[in-house]
DNA sequence: CCGAAACTGTACTAAGTTAGTCCCAATTGA
DNA sequence: TCAATTGGGACTAACTTAGTACAGTTTCGG
């Protein structure tokens, strides 16, 4: 499956959603426009305030609001935040790994892989999200520059 | 972490290393060559051979053979094999998955990272992981083509 | 013809991960 | 002060994954 987390899916619709809309919103009121349950918004968009994507304004009228613009928010980032780096198998990662790390001669080419993978998810922003139509052109010239590592 | 199984790590080492010889090996065989557990590797090319990404020649002298050539078979087979269809979310991929399809704006959006993902793992061959070297320069080529759906 | 070597299929268990929920403390505006 | 809202844990139930085991079938070699 290459499976993203559930949470994942859903943060995309939140940011997407929040970049249509300027002031603060709370989280019980993404949660009625996302139709997703309230505590699973809260707990998303604590990580998402964690990460440093969203800031948060606490008090009465408090809420969430982006913390950069949905242009310069790419959806790596959002991945990137909920479940940690990015990277298909252990060995692509910097940590301690598989114990054949010194003789598998796949190892280096995970990290190829891995490393057009991350391009494809950098190309798509917030900001193509929230737009109702496809991918802009400039998804192609990207993958392109990022996969040339 | 966008992880892809411990067990599709292992397939694609244990082709890799098929990729480099010519006659039938057993399971016991190409455990001892990459060192993963017996049982592990007889399972995982039980799997490959019902995905007919393997041959397999049973009696004495019996074992696996890479089904096609090294230079057709790309990891994406590989995974596809061992994970199933390769979709990042639910509703990228055909089945019913989640309730909230018919209003769901990002939904299309999925579809198309996902194509340029399954692009680049398409990119990348048995024929390319068997060799010591890193990515050939026609990956680069292949995910522009890929990624302009 | 017999036995060893090898694949086939299925079932099972233990561990880890994920999703989802709940509660209480801290903060702010009216 | 009160009500609305975020912050930070803790916790549980369900699911998935990895790894193992075992009984059956096929084929080769002597």
Chains 1, 2 share one sequence.
């Not at 603060?24 to 309230?38: D, E, F, G, H, W």
């Not at 809260?42 to 009465?60: C, D, E, N």
């Amino acid at each position: 499956m290459l499976k993203i987390g559930k949470m994942s899916d859903y943060a995309t619709v939140l940011l997407a959603e929040m970049a249509g809309v300027s002031q603060a919103v709370s989280a019980a009121n993404l949660s009625a426009r996302t139709q997703l349950p309230v505590p699973t918004v809260a707990k998303l968009l604590k990580q998402l305030s964690k990460a440093q994507l969203v800031t948060s304004l606490r008090g009465a009228a408090g809420g969430y609001t982006l913390a950069r613009s949905p242009e310069s928010i790419t959806v790596a980032d959002v991945l990137g935040a909920l479940e940690g780096p990015l990277s298909l198998t252990e060995c692509a990662q910097g940590g301690s790994g598989c114990n054949r790390q010194h003789f598998c001669g796949t190892k280096r080419h995970w990290h190829h892989i891995n490393q057009a993978v991350i391009a494809a998810l950098k190309a798509v922003t917030l900001a193509d999200l929230a737009r109702p139509v496809a991918i802009p052109s400039k998804f192609k010239s990207v993958v392109v520059i990022e996969a040339r590592t």
